[in-house]
């Protein structure tokens, strides 16, 4: 399945979440699915259950099914708990730092500001948004493009805050990884473990 490109609200009223990364509008004036048969009770399925919590994390991150799947093997691999794991490698992407930093309202356009080379890390422009951050590195937006409208747009966002593991200096337009994220890290409820179920029979 390829990166979704749809309607934003409604997957998020689907899905009964807001997703931070994936829009920056909320869902309060219609908080129920979409559809004639939005508003009526349904018991969901183990199955779909495990299967929201997956679509949560591919929709937010602007992942696609393989890239997820590719992901849950290392995380599987890990001598870290694979749910944790999980979470430390999607929050490491860069197009998901710059989003987390500010420097972006959404994820898909920290991935435009990344595929376009505006961001720097330690001072070297990298072009991958998939690129994965370590701790100690410097990510930062080059000095043309520090009031490129989608920066502004990002800063003015003010309904979430950066994360414990980044040091961000908004001025200067640079945010530095103190330390590796984890399981509490991410902007939005999620049941890891279901995810993991999820796989477990696919893997």
Known sequence: MSRYTGPRVKVMRALGVELPGLSAKKTERRPYPPGQHGQARKKLSEYALRLREKQKVRLNYGLTDTQLRTLMLEARR??????????????????????????????????????????LIDGKRVDIPSYRVSAGETVSVREQRRDHQTVVAGLARADLEAPAWLAVDKEARQARVTSLPDETSIPFPIEVQLIIEYYSQRL
């Open 78 to 119: 890990s001598k870290l708990a694979a749910g944790t794991k999980l979470i430390e490698l999607l929050e490491r992407r860069l197009d998901n730092v710059i989003f987390r930093a500010g420097f972006a309202r959404t994820i898909p356009g920290a991935r435009q500001l990344v595929a376009h080379g505006h961001v």
